[in-house]
């Protein structure tokens, strides 16, 4: 050390005057409302039938894919993650890959047959007839993700998509989709949905262990990817 005093943390830098308390708080408490109404319009009976329908899928051997980038790959892996160990309560694991968390096949893919192909390939090696394809974008027109729900109707699977305001291409090409409502500019819009989407996901999982159980217990109840 020198001697010298340390910088003052406290101050901005290049002399820029310090950011207003109160408009900080009130650009929170706008990204937090917007949040609560994107949260309030969210199709909970859609995502809590994916969850029971995926406890069956799953406990009969099916399998759950999951696809997403930058952002939603995280979530993808999240949601797997779930399925492989466990959310809530202890039990057996069931199958569900994220296509981006294998970098091996991803880097070779998008380096033999484009960036477009990177989970499609993946869906025609993983996926079998009856299995789940779950798609995340907070736009709805990421094109490798418009071209994996090709490959899965092209297996015979499910196909979902969690995505941002409808319309949107990867709503319209899924069988099933829950769209996030929100206002705002694009930054901000992409947050919400992105936030909006972790909670859906929690309730996937609400549902499916809800299910699971009932399964497990032996009390008769629907399946079927639908």
Known sequence: MNGAAP????????????????????????????????????????????????????????????AGNGGSAAQAQHLTAEFTGRFAAD????????LHADTSAVTAIANDYGYSEVFA??????????????????SGRSQN???????????????????????????DACDEAVCVRCAGAAPAQTATVQEAHEVALHLICLAFDARAAAVRDGTPGEGGPG
Not at 24 to 48: E, F, K, N, P
Not at 91 to 98: E, F, N, Q, V
Request: glycine letters at 12%; hydrophobic letters at 50%.
């Open 7 to 66: 910088p003052n943390s406290a101050a901005p830098p290049n002399g820029a005057a310090p950011p207003n308390g109160a408009a900080a708080a009130s650009t929170a408490q706008r990204h937090i409302g917007a949040l609560v109404r994107a949260l309030a319009g969210l199709d909970t009976r859609l995502l809590d039938d994916w969850g029971r329908r995926l406890a069956v899928i799953l406990g009969r051997g099916g399998r759950l894919l999951v």
């Open 91 to 98: 039990r057996r694991p069931y199958s569900a890959i994220a």
């Open 121 to 138: 390939r993946q869906v025609l090696g993983h996926g079998r007839p009856g299995d789940v394809l779950l798609t995340m974008s907070t």
């Open 145 to 171: 993700l418009l071209r994996a729900v090709g490959a899965a109707r092209q297996l015979g699977l499910a196909a979902w998509a969690l995505a941002g305001p409808a319309p949107n291409p990867l709503a």
